[in-house]
């Protein structure tokens, strides 16, 4: 089954522990980015990758590391989480640039206290 | 800086009704895409309209892309309650790197 897999689903941890967020597709894509989604704001880009390592920032990058060592895994790293990174999160693919159809991942619910 | 804007923010109706959601931007795009997502879930693509004037069925929904491709809608006739969700429409970016979202349409479909 075609999909993209975000581990862990629900995190909650405390102030400067850092952590990483899995990604990882199983289609073979090119394109893939990640986007946290607050009420009132909606989903924002974060950081994005357009192949094997090549990355670039989104709208909203402070605070956050990726990397794209393999095609189909694309990690988030919070180095040093804080409390305004409270966020649904969510990784998402697509076979080349954004206008293809973009697959998401289920969702990652981080709490940061 | 582009920009979507989509009204109404929320629509609660009852089954059967019709409704149009509607997602506005001052910058002309190259293609929008309409997505659903339900609770606990990533967003679902439903369409994408790339010419200006286009329209689109899917079953019970249809989407219009404007002739300046400026804008497009989403009607759904005869709301079901499996209808719910939250709709969401997107372009890409000047420098087609990423998609911009509109900050959504919340749906609620009561039987």
Not at chain 1, 52 to 80: A, H, M, Q
Not at chain 2, 60 to 83: C, M, V, Y
Request: glycine share 10%; aromatic share 10%; with cysteine.
């Amino acid at each position: 089954e075609a999909q993209v897999t975000q581990n862990p689903r629900y995190l909650i941890t405390v102030t400067g522990k850092k952590l990483t967020v899995t990604c990882s597709q199983n289609m073979n894509h090119e394109y893939m980015s990640w986007y946290r989604q607050d009420p009132g704001l909606g989903l924002r880009q974060i950081y994005y990758s357009m192949n094997v390592e090549v990355t670039d920032k989104g709208d909203v990058p402070e605070g956050y590391k990726v990397s794209r060592k393999e095609k189909r895994n694309f990690p988030l790293i919070l180095e040093s989480p804080s409390p305004n990174q409270t966020s649904l999160y969510f990784c998402a693919s697509s076979f080349g640039a954004p206008g293809y159809e973009q697959y998401f991942g289920p969702g990652t619910r981080l709490t940061v206290t | 800086t582009q920009l979507l804007e989509q009204s109404p923010q929320f629509l609660s109706i009852q089954e059967g009704e019709n409704l149009t959601v509607y997602c506005n931007s001052s910058s002309v795009f190259s293609s929008l895409q309409w997505y659903r997502q339900e609770p606990g879930e990533g967003p679902v693509l439903l369409v994408t309209v790339v010419t200006g004037g286009e329209v689109k069925k899917l079953k019970r929904l249809t989407f219009q892309f404007g002739d300046a491709r400026k804008d497009s809608s989403l009607h759904i006739t005869a709301a079901q309650p499996g209808d719910t969700g939250l709709y969401l429409c997107a372009g890409i970016n000047q420098a087609g790197t990423a998609l911009i979202f509109g900050k959504g349409t919340t749906l609620s479909v009561s039987s």
